[in-house]
């Protein structure tokens, strides 16, 4: 009996190591397709149809392929974030790595390096994770915590937007969602990746629902100051 576990756990290790060293080599391809500035392959280790986004991008229908976005990371954050209609930000790092890259890779390739995550980490790693600097960089403020109303007045044009503008994300309890994205586990594994620096002293409450209808407001200071946000300014981002 002791000999048959024996094997069962070495099996069972060697199908672990074989599934690893497959990520991997997902992850490698999708990275050198993307320095060649091919298309990405529709890669998703859980089976995610990306066909609708990447068509819509193609298309240049950037407002619906943000839309799309959101739907997609619903689903690959797992059946809870399904359920409630939105991401809890501890759900973002279970995202697999090849699904992230997939999701970043489209928006790069279709916009000309423009859009997606990897652009808008870059701004959020110069701003060091300050949300309200990052918003006036990318455009999601027009002025200081003065936010464009969702959804129409972003600006769903690759050639008049700057360099992160899209996608799009709710931050109406906090940047805590927007910092998990862009500090995906598949960053770390993208060569061109810089070295991680010091820690990030953010106030951030979780996430929100989606919807049209709830108030959006920016982390930035206090809790204080965002539920004074909140009544003041728009619709989210």
Same mark, same amino acid.
């Given at each position: 009996?002791?000999?048959?576990?024996?094997? /069962?756990?070495?099996?069972?290790?060697?199908?672990?190591?074989?599934?690893?060293?497959?990520?991997?080599?997902?992850?490698?391809?999708?990275?050198?397709?993307?320095?060649?500035? @091919? @298309?990405?392959?529709?890669?998703?280790?859980?089976?995610?149809?990306?066909?609708?986004? #990447?068509?819509? /991008?193609?298309?240049?229908?950037? %407002?619906?392929?943000?839309? @799309?976005? !959101?739907?997609?990371?619903?689903?690959?954050?797992?059946?809870?974030? =399904?359920?409630?209609?939105? =991401?809890?930000?501890?759900? =973002?790092?279970?995202?697999?790595?090849?699904?992230?890259?997939?999701?970043?890779?489209?928006?790069?390739?279709?916009?000309?390096?423009?859009?997606?995550?990897?652009?808008? !980490? %870059?701004?959020?790693?110069?701003?060091?994770?300050?949300?309200? %600097?990052?918003?006036?960089?990318?455009?999601?403020?027009?002025?200081?915590?003065?936010? #464009?109303?969702?959804?129409?007045? *972003?600006?769903?044009?690759?050639?008049?937007?700057?360099?992160?503008?899209?996608? /799009?994300?709710? +931050?109406?309890?906090?940047?805590?969602?927007?910092? @998990?994205?862009?500090?995906?586990?598949?960053?770390?594994?993208?060569?061109?990746?810089?070295?991680?620096?010091?820690?990030?002293?953010?106030?951030? *409450?979780?996430?929100?629902?989606?919807?049209?209808?709830?108030?959006?407001? *920016?982390?930035?200071?206090?809790?204080?100051?965002?539920?004074?946000?909140?009544?003041?300014?728009?619709?989210? +981002?």
């Amino acid at each position: 009996a002791a000999h048959a576990g024996s094997s /069962l756990s070495a099996a069972a290790q060697r199908v672990s190591t074989l599934l690893f060293a497959a990520a991997v080599a997902r992850r490698s391809k999708t990275a050198r397709r993307a320095k060649k500035g @091919e @298309e990405p392959a529709l890669e998703s280790a859980m089976g995610v149809d990306y066909t609708e986004l #990447r068509n819509l /991008l193609d298309s240049k229908d950037y %407002k619906a392929a943000d839309a @799309e976005t !959101r739907r997609l990371l619903i689903v690959l954050a797992g059946d809870g974030a =399904v359920k409630r209609g939105w =991401v809890y930000f501890s759900e =973002v790092k279970t995202i697999p790595e090849v699904d992230f890259m997939t999701l970043d890779g489209l928006w790069q390739h279709f916009s000309g390096g423009k859009f997606g995550f990897t652009p808008q !980490r %870059k701004a959020w790693r110069q701003v060091r994770g300050q949300f309200d %600097k990052f918003a006036e960089q990318v455009s999601w403020f027009t002025d200081k915590w003065q936010n #464009r109303n969702w959804p129409d007045e *972003f600006v769903y044009d690759d050639k008049a937007a700057p360099a992160g503008h899209l996608p /799009l994300t709710n +931050c109406i309890r906090g940047a805590q969602v927007l910092d @998990e994205l862009l500090n995906h586990p598949s960053f770390a594994k993208k060569k061109t990746t810089t070295k991680k620096g010091g820690g990030m002293s953010m106030l951030a *409450f979780g996430a929100s629902r989606q919807r049209e209808s709830e108030p959006m407001a *920016f982390a930035g200071a206090s809790r204080s100051k965002v539920r004074s946000e909140e009544r003041r300014v728009g619709k989210e +981002c």
